[in-house]
């Protein structure tokens, strides 16, 4: 067979296949054209069986041109066939008001959604995560941190007591100490975790709850680092339209001690109900370490000085997503959970 | 404390504005946490701005107005000629009271609604003017404040005193910080008169140096009893305590300005006149002045006359020796005495009282002799008493002020900032301390400041009134510390997103509990006793995080949330006598299974079953990459017998699984089926592999084959697996099953299992030549070991 002969004869073989495609209509159709051009005997089969017999010359060229027409006329076949069978089966045009098929979607607790961005935040500034025991003996929660037995400051907490030595720790800042006790400066860390209190439960208060505390010792810390911290927490946490305010404030294991407050995150210093028309809400306490913790941890104030710091996790949840009662975290009812 | 500002005002000279100086108190470290305004011919008026003026139909004569009254926009209906848009004007809000007894209410006037009343200089009680409202000039106003009548009303002051701060519990002690605020010098209200001494000294004896360091006392004669005049029972009963008669409402008056508190007795009932100051030793009880029988310990300080005890010490008087409307002859006794001490007392015996509040915090050891002879210059004015002794002072142990040097570059490197030395100088004699010296700096402080004992407090000092927000803040120009990740933190975290990923809420429990919930499930622990609990549902921590997960199980079934899958981390506790408890960190997960199955429209989704939980379990231990993981049965408390299993990886226990009880469920009041899983956070840790190490992707494509056979119905389809893989000739790579059926054509007490089996080699591709005599071996072997037929 001469090679045009060849050629000429894929051609037609592959108009044939066209124009036959595009009437095909249903499933034994598309079957019937499958058989007659790739079944073993179809088309291009014998096709392709004249090939060894052509010259040399065109065979390769013929060869390619044969095995592109099969695999376009395979893929075609069964590219046909499957908007054939959607057809039939009526999937060609899925409702789009009918559900789909969704695996469950399960959440964070809010709690922890801003733990991890407060926890992401001071990670950046180069703070590493520390931990210590929820049940405290009474030495690190209250002794170690200024705070001797009958000393006034123990009424500023009610303290849930497990034994006369053993306490639920009233707050994150004995971490301090045991991080302080096992590492020497430069130290700079925070400590998330659970603390308890002895307060019956209302909208703010809750028996349990979280705190991040944070510490930061080495030569040279002084207060404008602990401002400077803050506000970048502040801008990291609410937007880089925060202000913060320190006022003074008293805690034995800080000196000097401060409140700190932020723009109030609701009305951005305009005044309103959350803050009481003053633009500011309070968010926790800080200050620089007293000597005398520095003195109970073994570290040198002479050489060293450094600040801490603490806030309250539901207090920064309710901020930034304004929700009212604190008892919410804990009742873990899924239509609350499942806003976050 | 509760301050009116009037009696500040006694003490400072210049004019004080309520807002501003309460903002400097706040920003002094007093903070003052409300403001309140008493007294006046009114209350409740706040200045408003007219934002526009209409017309109210079928009312020539009225207007309705509507006035930004700070706190919104209010609509009020006016018949005043000169009202008109932008002019600020006193409104008298809802729920205000006018002069004669008026009250304000939201009302409806022509139907125009009326929220309030814009007033008259007569309606207000301010002058005769009702021609028209009144117009306010002063632009400084803002709408929303308070509209005050300078003449009667007063502020009251709430102001927070941390408790380091006694000598703050006092109008005194906030006057001074109040002028050095104000840039003032402290004015003393009145010079104490002095009344010249009578008679002889009081018979003092202080028998416990320790416990009373100083006391001093003098008598008064000839005093009659009655009430107090008018400007002092208003001021204590601002300050929050009760009038009761002239003597005691003015140690009250004298505590309240001074700090110290002063005790009256009636001095013709003291047992020879005598103070015998001493611990309570053998006597064992008290009746103190609000007639309480108070049973006391050796260690109590009382004050005793000739016989008995007349005084808790610092605290309250007795009934025996109390001041009452027969009195004639008062003996007043202005101590001090040791802190804690009082403190033990007070909380040993629940007992409180304005003078204890100071005294446990500690009083001006310095400032006895004064408190008590102002007390006495009124006592003389107001009762008509006068001296029946000297003033009598007996200091058993002096307590001196302390010095302290203050380095002027230790500010500096404290603060990070350059406090000038003039501010320096300026604050610390402002809060009556004495300065000599510059570098350093020699500082006496007054016996009136027990918190400032070190260079620090200083410093504290300085900056509280240096203010704060002038300190910039700064970058740390510190070097890097040695941050390390913290490897447990880390893997919690993936934890919760591993499991929330597949389809888990996380919850938070509390981890105090009630006694019942510590031994519902897994082997009973000793659990951690809260010695003063709330209450007794808040007895205990926690054991185990499976009750807390019930309980949120109760919680949303009960408002009708069903189809949970919910997860916790957190710790629980394990009791070890005196030192700390064990505490560990679990992963708890629950399953709930709907009473109202929720169906998809295309197909039912399966009902959770108890494999949801080991799917779960299966599909955790393949998220961490766990080795050797394997489930064996395992009765465990909790779980329905026969659903308890054990999960384990790299051959140790990580923790158990099944479906909760019913009668675990009936305890937590869960009416639907759950199944849930506990594991053991440090024990997953410890099996975690470093990190997975990669093997190459196979080259070559496995061969898969097909099998169905029929078992008995008892076989475990993993021994069969197990015989399975165990005879592949290393080929069979995979053996997972894909149909399990019991029922019409396979024999009863039989079960048709189908498995897929995926034969590979790493070598190359395989043939039906290699693996069809694998397939007759194990066919052969699930024969004879499992009796197994092959199924067509």
Redesign the interface.
Known sequence: MASENLTGEIRKIDEAFQSRLAEAKDAPSLERIRTDFLGRKGHIARLFETLGEADPAVRREAGRLLNELKNRAQSAVLGEAARVSAKESGEDRPDLT??G?A???????P??IVM?RVKSCFQKL??????G?????DYYNFEALNIPP?H??R??QDT????D??V?RTHTSPVQIRVMEN?KP???IIAPG?V?R?D?PDASHS??FHQVEGL?V????????L?????AFAREMFGSDMT???????F?FT?????YDFTCVICRGKGCRVCK?TGWVEISGAG?V??EVFRFAGIDSERY?GYAFGMGVERLTMLLYEVQDIRA???????F??QF | MKIPLAWLQDWIPVPLDAHETARRL????L?VESIDIVGGRFRGVVIGRILSVGPVPGADKLRLCRVDAGSGEIPVVCGAPNVRDGILVPVALEGAELPGNMKIRRTVIRNAESAGMICSARELGLGDDHSGILVLDDPSLRP?DAFTDREGNDFIFDINV????PDCLCVRGIAREVALLHGCALRSPETVKPVDAAGGPVDIRIEDPDGCSRYTARRLKDIRIGPSPEWIRKRIEAAGMHAINNIVDITNYVMLETGQPLHAFDADLLDGGRIIVRRAGEIRQFTTLDGQERRLSAEDLLICDGARPVALAGIMGGRNSEVSEGTRRILLESAHFDP?TI??TVKRIGISSEASIRM??GVDPSGTRDALERAIAIMVELSGGCPDSGVTDVVARPIRPVRISLRPQRIR?????EIPHADILRILSGLGMTVEGTDPVEVTVPTRRPDVT?E??L??EV??HFG??R????????????????R??EFI?RL?DI??????????????VDRQSTDLFFAPVPA???????SPE?AF?RTALMPGLME?VR??QN?S?FD????EI??V?EHRG????E?RVRVAGVISESARQKG???SRSPRPDWYAVKGTLEALAEALHLKETAFRPSPGRGWVPGTAAVFEAGGKRIGSFGEADPSVRAACDVSERVFGFELDGSALLECLPQSPVVRPVPRYPAVRRDLALVVDAGVPVGSIQQTLLLNGGGLLVSADLFDLYQGKQIPAGRKSLAFTLAFLSPERTLTDADVDPLMNGIIRCLESVHGASLRS
Not at chain 1, 103 to 109: F, M, Q
Not at chain 1, 329 to 335: H, I, V
Not at chain 2, 413 to 417: I, K, S, Y
Not at chain 2, 501 to 508: A, P, Q, S
């Open positions: 009918l559900p098929y695996p469950p979607v399960g959440r964070l607790h709690l922890t991890r180069g703070f590493a995560v520390a931990q025991p929820e049940v405290e003996s009958g006034p400051a009424d500023m849930l007591y497990v034994s030595r053993v639920l590492q430069p130290v700079r659970r308890y002895r019956t028996p349990v930061c080495d030569e040279g810390v002084s207060f404008a680092d401002k400077a911290v803050i506000l913060i305010r320190f006022r003074p404030s008293f034995p000196e000097p001690s401060a409140e028309n620089m007293n000597p000085t975290f804990y009742e873990n009812d899924l239509r959970l499942g | 706040t920003l002094a470290g903070e929303g941390t408790p380091n701060r804690m403190r033990r446990e915090k490197r404290v603060l990070g900032a070190g620090i407090d410093i504290e900056v509280r704060y927000d300190i910039e803040p700064s970058a740390s120009t510190t070097g890097p510390t040695a941050v390390h990740s913290n447990e933190d975290e919760r499991l929330s990923g597949m389809g888990f809420t996380e919850v938070f429990n509390n981890s105090m951690v006793p809260v010695r003063n609990p709330l808040t921590l949120s919680w949303n408002r949330v949970l899958r919910l997860f957190g710790r506790f005196e030192g700390l408890p505490e998809y429209w295309k």
